[in-house]
C-alpha cells in the first residue's frame, strides 16, 4: 500500500472511548502513513490524550470556543485545501463542521466512524437527514464498530454501512504489576473490588448502578464500588453521594485508568446505549470480567457466561442478578472466565483494525 496522508478529525482530545481509539489508531497508521490530526477545541484544556500521541502525528488545533461555530467549517476548508490528503476521516460531531468541505473539496475520499448508536449521533430529524443524505450519494462513507451499531444503522438510514471492529493497542508490561493500585479500597483481602470507568452522565446509568451495589451491602455483600471518570452530570454524582454509602466510592478522572482497572475484580458498565465499548477492550486485555447490561455493541463482544456476564435487560433486577452470580463464583469459575476475558483481546488488536481502516481507505 502507497503511503497516504491522512487527516483523523475530531472535536477534542479529552477522556471518552471514541477519543481514546483515534489516539490509537493515530498511532499505528502513522508508522506507514503521514498522519494529521484536527482537533476542534484549544489542547490546553481538551488536551487530555495529547501526552499519548505518537511524537510523528501532526496536530492542528481550531482552538474552538463552546457553542456553535459558524467560522470553523471554512477554516477546516482551508486547511484542508493545504494538507491536500487523500483520506479523511470523521469522528463524533465533526461530521457536520466537515460537512462544506465534503461537498464542496473532492480532492480527498471522506469515512465517518459512528462510534455510537446511529441515531444518537445525528441530533434532531434534520441531523438525520443530512447524514443519510451525504452517505447516500456517496460523499462519506459511513463505518460502523459492531454488529449491533451496523444494524441500528441500517434501520435508520435503510442502506448498509461497512463494519470495523473497535481496537486498542495497549502495552500490558506497564499494567502487570499494578494489583495493589486498590488495596486501600479492600476491607479485607475477599473484598471484591468492581469499578466502572466511564464519564459520569446519564446514558451511563451510574445510579442504577449505585443503587445495585447499595442493595447488595446491605444484604452483606463483602463488595466495593469505584466510579472512575470525569464528573459530566454533577446532578447524578450527587444522587450517588447522597446514597451515603461507604463502600461506593466516586475518585473522579485519573491519567492512569488501567492501573485501576487492573486492580478491580470486575469491570461494570450499565449503559443505556453503546457503540463498542473500548473500556470493555481493556478488561478483557486484563483479564478483568465485565459485568455489563445489553446495550449496543456490549452484546456483540460479550459471551455470557463465558467471557463475562450480561444481564437479560436494563433494569436494576436483572443487573443484580447477574451481580450475585458474579459473587457466588468459585475461584476456579473465576479462573476460566478471566482466560476467556484474555483470549478474547486478539480480536481487538489495534494492529487488526488499523489493517480493515487502511484496506478500506484503499479501496
Known amino acids: 500500500m502507497r503511503r497516504k496522508k491522512i487527516i483523523q478529525i475530531l472535536p477534542q482530545l479529552n477522556t471518552g472511548g471514541a477519543e481514546r481509539f483515534v489516539v490509537d489508531l493515530c498511532n499505528k497508521m502513522v508508522e506507514n502513513h503521514e498522519i494529521v490530526l484536527f482537533s476542534f477545541f484549544p489542547l490546553e484544556t481538551h488536551g487530555f490524550f495529547l501526552k499519548e500521541l505518537n511524537g510523528h502525528v501532526k496536530v492542528k488545533s481550531f482552538n474552538k470556543e463552546k457553542g456553535i461555530d459558524l467560522i470553523l467549517p471554512f477554516r477546516i476548508l482551508l486547511e484542508l485545501i ?21 461537498i464542496v473539496l473532492r480532492n480527498g475520499n471522506y469515512f465517518h466512524t459512528l462510534h455510537s448508536d446511529a441515531l444518537k449521533e445525528a441530533p434532531g430529524k434534520w441531523g438525520v437527514f443530512i447524514k443519510k443524505l451525504i452517505f447516500k450519494i456517496g460523499l462519506s462513507t459511513p463505518v460502523t464498530v459492531s454488529s449491533k451499531s451496523q444494524l441500528g444503522f441500517f434501520e435508520h438510514y435503510k442502506f448498509k454501512a461497512i463494519k470495523i471492529d473497535n481496537g486498542r493497542n495497549i502495552d500490558l508490561a ?13 476491607k479485607n483481602p475477599d473484598t471484591k473490588i468492581l469499578i466502572n470507568i466511564a464519564r459520569i452522565s446519564h446514558e451511563k446509568n451510574q445510579i442504577m448502578l449505585a443503587n445495585a451495589v447499595n442493595e447488595l451491602t446491605k444484604e452483606g455483600h463483602n463488595i466495593v464500588l469505584i466510579f472512575l471518570g470525569a464528573n459530566r452530570d454533577k446532578v447524578i454524582s450527587k444522587t450517588i453521594e447522597n446514597i451515603q454509602n461507604k463502600n461506593i466510592h466516586l475518585i473522579g478522572e485519573k491519567d492512569n485508568p488501567l492501573d485501576y482497572l487492573a486492580a478491580a475484580d470486575a469491570f461494570c458498565l450499565t449503559s443505556l446505549y453503546e457503540g463498542m465499548p473500548i473500556t470493555i477492550i481493556e478488561a478483557f486485555a486484563l483479564g478483568i470480567i465485565p459485568i455489563c447490561t445489553p446495550a449496543g455493541g456490549i452484546v456483540d463482544m460479550i459471551e455470557n457466561n463465558v467471557n463475562g456476564l450480561i444481564s437479560k435487560d436494563l433494569s436494576k433486577e436483572e443487573y443484580l442478578t447477574i451481580l450475585k452470580k458474579f459473587i457466588a463464583m468459585s475461584d476456579e469459575e473465576l479462573g476460566v472466565m478471566k482466560s476467556n476475558c484474555q483470549n478474547s483481546f486478539s480480536k481487538y488488536s489495534m494492529e487488526k483494525c488499523a489493517n480493515k481502516y487502511l484496506e478500506l481507505f484503499d479501496k
Request: aromatic share 18%; hydrophobic share 40%.
Open 82 to 102: 493545504r494538507e491536500k490528503p487523500q483520506i479523511i476521516h470523521t469522528h463524533l460531531n465533526s461530521f457536520y463542521y466537515v460537512l462544506l468541505s465534503t
Open 174 to 186: 506497564q499494567v502487570a504489576n499494578n494489583k495493589f493500585f486498590l488495596d486501600n479500597f479492600r
